[in-house]
């Protein structure tokens, strides 16, 4: 793997040139490693890291001339990928007119938290059409003889006083486990209701996007219901944050599953053709690099990759790779958030990143593939 090799050479204190060779014609050939190097050079300031991508057709002439003009000069270490800058504050936000016709959406990511508020915010702008949230967790039913309660806490002490009353021992964990499980889906069922209440016909289907036969399985079954699938937004993605020194493959696999794996089981299953509309997921962390964060830049400058390479091969899509910087919500918990406030990088308000998320899909230039969403992060 990438960083184990970089984990080798940056104990012999040498130069480390990673080298990314991409078949343009295939999105699971496309390279992330950019977002690797932004992200050792943060954890490894002393050390000389830079990223090289070169295509699969370049003869070993070719990739040694390219090795050579890197480390002559200084100006293409840490190359950065070169994104459309937007501000929260003072938000350029284009305006157009809907869509003629709202189609049948596809948005992976639970239908909660931030995809769930760039959803609704989509539904507000098309006005009509099937907008279908994709999840791993099924949609558990309230727990019977209890107030609805949106506080863990408190719905945990509820459980925990029905189960003694049952005569029954309840276990921490697994009361914990329920109790969020059906807050979950509780935050579903109010998102399906928001977006019934915008005009749309939503839907929630429980989906393991790492399981391509069941990806093909249940867009095939989609399609016969609701007709082609003439937009995507891809919003599925997790964490497993620890420094490139501690990272493992399992690491490795359970950031990539969902965010890489699943963005190709789509493609596969999805007619492209058909595809009006795709709003990619990704990361400030794969423009800039973020301290234990080395996969899940990888991840979101391969996902930024396969946007352009989208743009390049589907006339008719307009396609959108968001880079977003932290968001008050989602992943993003009270550490997290302590963590980039010290950096002094802002959060982005569910409101205003719904916004931009919505409109720039819909009407946004089409030559802007990737946008980066957020303040500039220290590099």
Not at 102 to 108: A, F, R
Not at 190 to 200: C, K, M, R
Not at 268 to 288: K, N, P, R, T
Not at 324 to 350: C, K, N, Y
Request: glycine share 10%; proline share 4%.
């Amino acid at each position: 793997m990438a960083f184990e090799q970089c984990r080798t050479l940056r104990s012999r204190n040498v130069p480390i040139i990673l080298l990314g060779r991409h078949d343009e014609t295939d999105p699971s050939k496309l390279s992330g490693l950019k977002g690797l190097s932004r992200t050792l050079r943060q954890e490894w300031p002393d050390a000389d890291i830079s990223t090289i991508d070169v295509s699969v057709q370049s003869s070993p002439g070719d990739i040694a001339g390219a090795v050579l003009a890197n480390m002559q000069d200084a100006t293409l270490v840490g190359q950065r990928l070169t994104a459309e800058t937007l501000s929260n504050t003072s938000l350029p936000l284009p305006v157009g007119r809907s869509p003629t016709a709202g189609g049948s959406w596809l948005v992976t990511g639970g239908g909660r938290g931030v995809t769930a508020a760039c959803a609704i915010e989509l539904a507000r702008q098309i006005k009509h059409g099937t907008i279908i949230l994709a999840g791993r967790s099924e949609l558990a039913a309230w727990p019977e003889g209890l107030p609805v309660d949106d506080d863990l806490k408190s719905l945990r002490g509820a459980l925990i006083e029905r189960a003694k009353s049952n005569g029954e021992r309840p276990r921490p964990a697994e009361i914990d486990k329920l109790a969020r499980g059906v807050l979950a889906s509780q935050e579903i069922r109010s998102t399906l209701e928001a977006l019934a209440d915008e005009g749309i016909s939503a839907q929630y289907v429980q989906l393991d996007l790492t399981n391509r036969k069941q990806v093909r399985a249940q867009v095939k079954h989609l399609v016969s219901v609701y007709g082609p699938i003439t937009g995507l937004v891809h919003g599925a993605g997790v964490l497993a944050d620890r420094l490139a020194t501690q990272k493992t493959k399992a690491d490795m696999a359970h950031v990539f599953a969902p965010k890489v794996d699943g963005l190709l089981h789509l493609l596969d299953a999805l007619d492209l053709a058909a595809l009006q509309y795709c709003g990619l997921f990704s990361s400030a962390a794969a423009v800039f690099g973020n301290p234990g964060q080395c996969d899940y830049a990888m991840a979101n400058a391969w996902l930024n990759a396969v946007a352009q390479h989208l743009h390049d091969t589907q006339a008719q899509l307009a396609i959108k790779s968001f880079c977003w910087g932290p968001w008050a919500g989602g992943m993003v918990d009270e550490t997290l958030a302590t963590h980039f406030q010290d950096r002094g990088i802002p959060l982005i308000s569910l409101r205003d990143g719904a916004e931009v998320f919505a409109r720039y899909l819909l009407y946004g230039d089409r030559e802007a593939v990737t946008l980066l969403v957020g303040d500039r992060w220290q590099s």
